[in-house]
Nanobody, 120 residues
Framework: QVQLVESGGGLVQAGGSLRLSCAAS????????????MGWYRQAPGKQRELVAS???????NYADSVKGRFTISRDNAKNTLDLQMNSLKPEDTAVYYC??????????WGQGTQVTVSS
């Protein structure tokens, strides 16, 4: 059963913006309980999956150098949502983006991924 669901991906021209969202698929999944850390990962064809941005349960954030100043991660524990605002998109941002939740026991939960394609 899918517990995290991403949305908001699509095709955009370089310089454009997209906002990705991740939500719990059911009431049984609590970001407060299961998302000690949450993050957005991405994977481009032929490349390793990489951490784009992460946010702790108290809101501390970390970003990959490649997206600093362009992407913003946020979470709303009450709504069980995780967002990634992506501005000034570049072709190299093209990838499948995955939502991740990690609990205190370091168990990982993943969404199915959403495709982001940035054209030149």
């Amino acid at each position: 059963q899918v517990q995290l669901v991403e949305s908001g991906g699509g095709l955009v021209q370089a310089g454009g913006s997209l906002r990705l969202s991740c939500a719990a698929s059911g009431s049984t999944f609590s970001f407060t309980a299961m998302g000690w850390y949450m993050g957005w990962y991405r994977q481009a064809p032929g490349k390793q999956r990489e951490l784009v941005a992460s946010i702790s349960r108290i809101g501390s954030t970390n970003y990959a150098d490649s997206v600093k100043g362009r992407f913003t991660i946020s979470r709303d524990n009450a709504k069980n949502t995780l967002d990634l605002q992506m501005n000034s998109l570049k072709p190299e941002d093209t990838a499948v983006y995955y939502c991740n939740a990690r609990n205190f026991a370091r168990d990982d939960f993943w969404g199915q991924g959403t495709q982001v394609t940035v054209s030149s």
